[in-house]
């Protein structure tokens, strides 16, 4: 069953490219439905309720990637909220992902404030899971939405430090904000 709520995820992405919203619609309720069900049928302590889990989060993450493309950014960061606290709670292992794409909605909907502090939350999980590139891409948030709030002398320090040691390897311990 959640093997089956990821083709249709798949194939929502598909149909977002050709621009086909009505299938894309569709497929995605699909996708919701078969993994909503997959977790129902799983004790939360198991390996298949694990393996469903981080299947949900790629979902709510397409959801909202699809609402940023139909520029309802406020759907997008409801929908990535949800999936924050989900992972969380269940899918710990992806919460660095669903944070890092909350911080960029929050950015794109200038709300940098926001951006900033689930940037941070990023950061720190992905340097603990050593995602290199979604490190580079969480400090490249956290530069810009310092940036946007005024805080150039520290935007303009990380900018140094990003160029010097693009990957955060000599940085000693997790930021703190």
Known sequence: MAE?????NLLALGYLRLDEKA????????????????????????????RAARYKSQISINRAQIAVKN???SK?????KEDVTFCGQYASEYL???EGELSLVKYKACKFNDALSCA???LNGFKYIGALNAITEARKIL???LAKLGNQRLAHELVRRFNSDPLGVTEVGFIEW
């Open 71 to 73: 520029s309802t950014l």
């Open 23 to 50: 299938l894309l619609d569709a497929a995605m309720i699909k996708a919701e439905s078969y993994i909503n069900e997959a977790l129902k049928q799983y004790d939360s302590t198991s390996e298949q309720y694990s």
């Open 4 to 8: 089956t709520a990821v083709y249709y």
């Open 96 to 98: 660095p992902e669903a």
């Open 143 to 145: 530069i810009a939405a």
């Open 120 to 122: 941070v939350l990023a």
């Open 76 to 80: 997008a960061c409801d929908i990535l």
